[in-house]
Structure formats: C-alpha cells, structure tokens
C-alpha cells in the first residue's frame, strides 16, 4: 500500500500544485525554475512552515469578542443546547 499512496501522493501534489500555477498564468516549470532562481538568488529555500495568521475578517471578529468578554456581560443563550436549538431553527 505504501508504493501506491506515494504515487497517489504525488500524483495529487503536482495536480494540485499545476491548478495554482494555473491560478496566476503560469506553468509547473515556470514555478519550478523560479524556485530554483530563487534559492540561488537569495541562498536560502524560500519555504515558510509557520501557519498563515488569521485574516482581517478574523482579526476583527477576535477583537470583537474579546471586547464582549471584558465587558462581563452574558451572552444571547445560557448554554449550547440553547444555541444549537437556535441555529437549527
């Protein structure tokens, strides 16, 4: 099985990776040479592992329930149950 998932694995990966090179006008070659030039350019491997932070949208919802949750005011329902009930009404 192993043999398999790997082909699998690299078979979804390029697919995946050509679909956004496709996104911006380009071509998995394209991208690959970039790549390269880009590490000879800069002598490093430009790679990021750290996930991306949250968008505006997010930041702005964090902000406006910590600004609910400093307030010490209660909430619209006194406990999931209520919630749920809500939004599946």
């Known amino acids: 099985m192993g043999g398999d998932f790997g082909k699998f694995f690299r078979r979804e990966t390029a697919a995946g990776g050509a679909e956004v090179a496709d996104y911006y006008g380009l071509d998995l ?28 949208e997010s930041l702005a919802a964090i902000a406006e329930g910590d600004t609910f949750l400093a307030s010490g005011q209660s909430g619209r329902f006194a406990n999931g149950h209520d919630l749920i009930e809500s939004a599946t009404a």
């Not at 070659?29 to 505006?56: C, D, H, W």
Request: proline residues 11%; charged residues 20%.
């Open 29 to 56: 070659s394209s991208v690959t040479r970039a790549f390269y030039k880009q590490m000879v350019n800069t002598r490093r491997i430009p790679l990021t592992f750290s996930p991306e932070g949250p968008n505006e």
